[in-house]
């Protein structure tokens, strides 16, 4: 879907000839859709420019940034903020760093690392923004969604640059609420860049204390690296435990009392798939794994910030394990796997091996919510699974789901997988046919309720058509209706 | 179903449908990112920043091509062409992924030749390798640099290791230096080696990257035919073209048979560990090491393969790093640094894929941006294991006036005997 000349020729006006696209080769590797054209802005000004004639044209467009997911019509303009990718502060005394979009986690991460400090790492992983809003393994010790965003600087849908919080009225980046417009329900309902209405050009996110050191001692080539020590005062363990009530009670506790660094509900073929190199190894460790699981578990990483910190934490974490029953996973307790596991799970976050690999394609229901109800959810989407597993659709996990409390483990993650061929056209209709019984018995059930898929149209009436009222705001914001309406944006 | 050479881009179709575009190829394996900088490992993306120009990107287009068929424009040979096949995606990608990148890559290139879809100063470059057996101008003799070193002639005399000089070495009068370098180290180390003198031809192998399959079969053959005539067993390289090419295509194209196949600074590693060859002189110098990308990720050797998928994926894991650091570490008042980007994720010098041919100011951007990473180490010099490399940082240590050097392994290691 061309744009007609001397429209193609105002965006280039803006963003300079190279940094424009419209060669149908191009659009294979921009989720196979033929875009509008694709553009790289430098700035903010260049991003108000470009909005400014989508509206002036009634042209849809879609900001992004690695764009690892997303939903994209054809004809839009596909804005990818590559080019925007500098740190542009770290404030250690008041513990943010602003980030324009195409700073990934790692470089942040690793700059933060250097001064004793670090970020929330969305699950996705570490080559994704570091602007991104989500949820990620860090969940209990530096929270998640938007709580880790200060104050941004956003372009409306019409092209209005607007500054929240403290930015919008005292020209600083530390709080997102106030002073200043408080934008938080509307700027942060789904994910930036893009979905959220306009575009995110930067964000202050939120830093915590980092116990850990300021780089790790890896050895090893790959797809194989290992530390050469665990660093001190840090430790990794997976727990399993004799029942879904009893692992919930355990992570409760845990979030309570604030112990863990890291906690990651990973069931143990997720495991496997982290410290193995290939499928034919992640296959063999998960079976030798699943036969040492008690039942469902977790993955834990305490880090003191001294020996006495260190001390006390692990004490208390060997003490809730013990109450609830819980049991450490041996093949964990090996340095080398604990080293893997450790680096792996900080400065990857969520690896590829665990969800693409296996078979290529995976298909979700991530839900975030109150911890104890979709867990009890999840155990029967998992027992779902099995058939599936029976006839060789999915790869075989044992049914397992996962997820992770934020802060305090009340309210968390919870997500379940199937791992598929997406070349095997009978794999890809049973997951299919598993999901969408999985989301309705959800709703039906009134454990949640996805916003998208078979039950969005009952959902909104059981909560107070708050449909109607989203539809309102970003109609008010976006008059021409030219912003992305929904989907995850990763 | 054995992997069929010459099959294509056809063969790899599976693996391209499962690029599920994570953007890992772009960057340096994650845990091994140490700061804001240095964290791109493709110089193809980061130069030209659509996606398309990634490893992905690449895969993306191709699984798309299988399906709805090859229609070749200018905007797709900017992105075939503009690519140093340096590897370096497959190995960031193949941390987390089963699946194959830098061989579908590589018969996507080949598959636009094949087309006729090529790059006219490739055509150039391939024109003069049929006429000259180089892919260099043939200034003079090949053996010309050889004048006055009384080696012996391996297609005469039988000798135990055949020393492949290569078409820059032995034609660039710059790169000269390299070849004595090395007659100098095998003949005090008493290897009984000899060169092929003007009977030399091309490896082949930058024809191969280049897309040229045909040129570097023919080559190859020529090779192996010189060599099983001569009766050698072993040969010895210090370019890292002509090692990837003997040891890993040869191999790939099933013509290498049990010809051992070493780079120089492997041979002087063992000849140092053997006791048959000291460095002793002391070299006041701080160093940093260039992996060249086909000494070390694509140097890795060939696994063949049967089925329709591959069950053992090459990730860069065997390459040749060890070697030259040990060489390297082994000269006295030598001090090394590691730049970031090192081994198996090593940043390209810019030279490979014909990119130094058909785009040098993409080649020079390439390098530009490692003579950076080098300069941040705080070393004097950087040293490489190939006159591509060196040739290449040359240029552009001299387009911006840097004080950093240039060697080659086997200069340092000649001028520490």
Known sequence: ?490 | MKEEIGMGVEQYKGDMNMCCRCSCCKFIPLQQVSGYEYTYVCPSIARYEYHSYSGGGRMNIGAAALKDGFNYTDRLLDIVYNCQMCGACGVSCNYAMDMEVQEAINEFRIKCVEDGHTHPELDKVIKLLRKQGSMVPATGKRGDWAEGLDLKDATKEKVDVLYHVGCLTSYDENMHKLAKATAKILQKAGVDFGIAGEAETCCGGRAFQMGYREDFLKQAKKNMALIKKAGIKTVVTSCADGYQAFKVLYDQHRLKGNLEVLHISEYIDKLIREGKLKLKKKLDISVTYHDPCRLGRLGEPWIHWEGKKIKKYRRGTNGVYEPPRDVLKSIPGINLSEMTRIKEYAWCCGAGGGVNESNPEFAEWTALNRIDEATSTGAEAIVSACPWCEKTFNKAIEKIGSRLKVYDIVELAAKAI
């Open chain 1, 1 to 490: 879907m061309a744009l007609e000349r001397d429209v193609y020729r105002e965006f280039e006006d803006v963003v300079g000839a190279e940094y424009i696209c419209d060669d149908p080769a191009i659009m294979p590797s921009y989720h196979g859709v033929e875009h509008a054209a694709v553009v790289l802005p430098a700035n903010t000004a260049q991003v108000q420019a470009i909005i400014k004639l989508c509206n002036k044209h009634k042209l849809p467009f879609s900001a992004v940034s690695t764009a690892w997911t997303g939903m994209f019509s054809p004809g839009t303009i596909y804005i990818e903020m590559r080019r925007m990718n500098r740190i542009i502060e770290i404030n250690e005394k008041n513990m943010y760093a602003v980030v324009e979009p195409y700073v990934i986690s790692a470089q942040l991460q690793a700059e933060l690392f250097k001064r004793g400090l670090h970020l929330n790492v969305k699950g996705a992983g570490t080559q994704c923004s570091a602007l991104l809003r989500g949820h990620g393994h860090l969940d209990q010790s530096t929270s998640g969604d938007d709580r880790n965003h200060l104050a941004i600087e956003w372009v409306t849908p019409e092209g209005e640059i607007v500054r929240s919080g403290a930015l919008g009225s005292v020209n600083e980046w530390f709080c997102g609420d106030g002073p200043g417009p408080s934008l938080r329900a509307i700027l942060t309902s789904a994910v930036p860049p893009g979905v959220t209405p306009g575009v995110f050009t930067k964000a202050a996110v939120k830093l915590y204390h980092y116990p850990g050191p300021a780089k790790f001692p890896i050895q090893g080539k790959s797809p194989k690296y290992t530390l050469s020590e665990i660093p001190p005062n840090m430790m990794a363990r997976y727990y399993s435990f004799p029942s879904v009530e009893k692992m919930w009670e355990a992570e409760l506790k845990l979030g309570e009392n604030e112990i863990c660094f890291e906690l990651m509900g990973f069931n143990v073929s997720m495991v496997a798939a982290n410290i193995t190199t290939c499928n034919e190894d992640e296959e063999r460790i998960f079976k030798q794994m699943d036969k040492e699981k008690l039942g469902p578990g977790f993955f834990v990483i305490i880090a003191g910030n001294s020996a006495a910190d260190f001390a006390f934490k692990k004490k208390a974490l060997e003490q809730i394990i013990s109450e609830s029953g819980g049991q450490s996973l041996k093949s964990v307790e090996d340095p080398e796997t604990e080293g893997i596991l450790l680096c792996q799970c900080i400065r990857i976050s969520a690896s590829i091996r665990e969800t693409f690999r296996p078979g290529g394609m995976f298909k979700s229901i991530p839900i975030m919510g109150q911890r104890d109800l979709t867990i009890k959810w999840a155990v029967g989407a998992g027992e779902a699974k099995l058939p599936l597993i029976e006839k060789g659709y999915i790869v075989d996990d044992s049914g397992g789901f996962f997820g992770w409390g934020v802060e305090q483990g009340h309210v968390g993650k919870t997500e379940i997988f199937c791992k598929f061929d997406p070349q095997d056209p009978e794999a890809e209709k049973a997951v299919e046919g598993w999901h969408k019984e999985q989301s309705e018995r959800a709703f039906k059930e009134r454990y949640f309720a996805l916003l998208m898929g078979p039950v969005a149209d009952d959902v909104a009436p059981a909560m107070s058509n708050f449909n109607v009222w989203w539809d309102k705001i970003t109609q008010a914001f976006d008059p021409n209706g030219i912003a992305p309406q929904g989907g995850p944006l990763v």
